[in-house]
């Protein structure tokens, strides 16, 4: 098992940055492909960026491509979303999510393939 909790979330007017991290606890951190995933109301959630477990390879959602960075720190058990030019369509609940890395890949992120989930937190996008 894998614990995991994000923090990070805020109010930002549109073009501004924030940066999410997901500290993770329990099992070997390095075992795990780690994921971000976005909801908003009324809407499913969304994978938003994924990264392998040695961070060597990275996915992003093309609504979010060149303007959010996933990164991780395998000493320090966290992961890291960098969001940068936000628009108001950002607006959401992002959730931290891990699965085991032999699942991890590039082109498909189905929510159900991760089975350890964080809290979520709130980012709200002004106009």
């Known amino acids: 098992q894998v614990q995991l909790v994000e923090s990070g979330g805020g109010l930002v007017q549109a073009g501004g940055s924030l940066g999410l991290s997901c500290a993770a606890s329990?099992?070997?951190?390095?075992?795990?492909?780690m994921g971000w995933f976005r909801q908003a109301p009324g809407k499913e959630r969304d994978f938003v960026a994924a990264?392998?477990?040695?961070?060597?390879?990275?996915s992003y959602a093309d609504s979010v491509k060149g303007r959010f960075t996933i990164s991780r720190d395998n000493a320090k058990n966290t992961v890291y979303l960098q969001m940068n030019s936000l628009k108001p369509e950002d607006t959401a609940v992002y959730y931290c999510?891990?699965?085991?890395?032999?699942?991890?890949?590039?082109?498909?992120?189905?929510?159900?393939?991760?089975?350890?989930w964080g809290q979520g937190t709130q980012v709200t996008v002004s106009s």
């Open positions: 990264i392998s477990w040695s961070g060597d390879s990275t």
């Open positions: 329990g099992r070997t951190f390095s075992s795990y492909a």
């Open positions: 999510a891990a699965t085991h890395r032999a699942y991890y890949s590039e082109t498909y992120h189905p929510p159900t393939r991760y089975a350890y």
